[in-house]
């Protein structure tokens, strides 16, 4: 096989990426960059937490389980865990919104059977547009979200006339990276960060306050990137799908930064 044939199959061969969270996900994304030639860095960021209102939560999981709602949003897949932790389940009357396919996909995973996701604009805001096309008249509708989500979704469909309970599921809380880890993206020795949400962002620029100009930071979504560059971060790749497929496939068509010599016939 030669140098460039290596490098058609396995577009990353020579990348260190960062992988900012942990867990199965972690896992999952960290399979999938070695399987382009990459070597993965799994460096939680961010961790969840139970929900300082516990009550609040187990009261509308409970309403949710008696049918009293029309519609559930999941806004992540931590908000799967949530519910699968909690052993809930969804009436078959009542209809599930995921915000895009990654979610979508954690539900079926767990046994959740999903009405809807959004076909254009997989965030808070196009799901509750494609909902308020779809249901004209009011309905009853529990939105899960974390502690720091913005409350666009809930907002939009309260607007539009619906009956909605918005409950905090979980916290979202930063996790220290090792010395090591914070000594090699200030070296340049990690040549890509994954940055996957807003909390990712806002602990990239605060852990990582020095980022050498030749390290490709990719966002998930145009969303993402918004908030990435609204925290400080300079990002110069955005995945045009909100999907861990996408973002690997936009970093898989930069070069890496004085690879040349490494691939040269």
Not at 14 to 35: I, K, M, Q, T, Y
Not at 203 to 231: M, N, S, Y
Request: no cysteine.
């Amino acid at each position: 096989m030669t140098a460039s044939e290596t490098k058609t199959d396995r577009p990353l061969d020579g990348w260190r990426v960062l992988v900012p969270r942990g867990g199965p996900w972690g896992d999952g994304v960290a399979a999938s960059l070695r399987a382009q030639g990459a070597v993965p860095v799994v460096a939680p960021l961010i961790n969840f937490a139970p929900t300082n209102d516990q009550n609040a939560l187990d009261a509308a999981l409970e309403r949710l389980q008696e049918g009293h709602y029309d519609w559930l949003t999941v806004t992540s897949a931590t908000t799967v865990d949530v519910l699968f932790a909690h052993r809930v389940k969804v009436p078959k009357r009542t209809r599930i919104a995921a915000v895009g396919e990654t979610t979508a996909a954690a539900l079926a995973a767990v046994g959740y059977e999903v009405a809807l996701v959004p076909e254009l604009d997989n965030s808070a805001a196009g799901m509750a547009a494609q909902m308020i096309a779809l249901e004209p008249e009011s309905r009853r509708i529990l939105s899960l979200r974390s502690e720091i989500a913005k409350p666009v979704l809930s907002v939009s469909l309260e607007d539009a006339g619906h009956d909605v309970d918005s409950v905090v599921a979980y916290r979202t809380v930063g996790v220290p990276v090792t010395d090591r880890i914070r000594r090699d993206v200030e070296n340049g020795r990690i040549n890509a960060i994954l940055i996957t949400s807003g909390s990712v962002a806002g602990q990239v620029r605060e852990q990582f306050p020095e980022i050498p100009d030749t390290t490709l930071l990719a966002a998930i979504g145009p969303r993402t990137a918004k908030d990435a560059r609204k925290a400080g971060l300079p990002i110069s790749a955005v995945a045009d799908r909100q999907t861990v497929d996408a973002l690997i496939e936009t970093v898989s068509h930069f070069t890496l930064p004085h690879a040349s010599d490494e691939f040269a016939p």
